[in-house]
């Protein structure tokens, strides 16, 4: 595979990765369709598919409920790839304002990991790196989210940027917003493999 740096932001070090608003609306958004994983839709289509599944699959795999797919986190997800992968520069946004915008509704907290490569790595790359990070295990295991969009960008550079954004809705019946942190072990799907940018 070669060497690629990839680089994941510690949230405990940036403000802005979790934020929990309370004047939302008292509709939920609804729980819609991931991108499909088959050789027909695009890489970043597929690997944005396989990190869902993975995540899904730790959530299970340690008792929790799994999360739902969201079309408006993944807009958002998406769209905040692409700024850090045009610009170069690799941050969080500020998801409190996000959370006050147009772009999601219905929801009343939300919880942001990114990750970069210089170079293409496969989905498992991605999901493993967070999985070994504390303060990102936080968000993938955390019971009071049920909803994620996940946003991966394939750079002309070769490079890759990925967003997740996990959402929960203003109705849902969950535990708080959890800041303990998971231990590590065991990570479900510890395979660093799956689709790529290739």
């Known amino acids: ?17 979790v934020a929990v608003g309370t004047d939302v609306g008292s509709t939920a958004p609804p729980s819609t369709t991931p991108p499909a994983g088959d050789g027909a839709t695009p890489a970043e289509e597929r690997m944005a598919r ?19 797919w969201s079309d408006q986190l993944a807009a958002v997800a998406r769209s905040w790839s692409e700024s850090m992968a045009q610009s170069g520069r690799f941050e969080h946004q500020d998801i409190g304002e996000v959370l006050g915008s147009g772009d999601v509704e219905g929801l009343r907290a939300m919880g942001e990991n990114i990750a970069t490569s210089s170079a293409a790595v496969p989905a498992g790359v991605l999901h493993v790196g967070w999985m070994r990070s504390d303060e990102h295990r936080v968000n993938v295991l955390n019971p009071g989210f049920d909803r994620l969009g996940i946003g991966v960008v394939c750079a002309a550079d070769g490079s890759v940027w990925a967003t997740q954004e996990f959402g929960r809705t203003a109705s849902a019946d969950l ?24």
């Open 175 to 198: 535990p708080a917003i959890a800041s303990q942190t998971p231990p590590q072990e065991p990570i479900a799907r510890p395979a660093e493999d799956g689709p790529g940018c290739g």
């Open 50 to 68: 396989a990190i869902f599944d993975r995540v899904n699959a730790e959530r299970t795999a340690r008792g929790l409920a799994p999360v739902g």
């Open 1 to 17: 595979m070669g060497t690629a740096l990839v680089l994941f932001v510690l949230c405990a070090l940036l403000p802005g990765c």
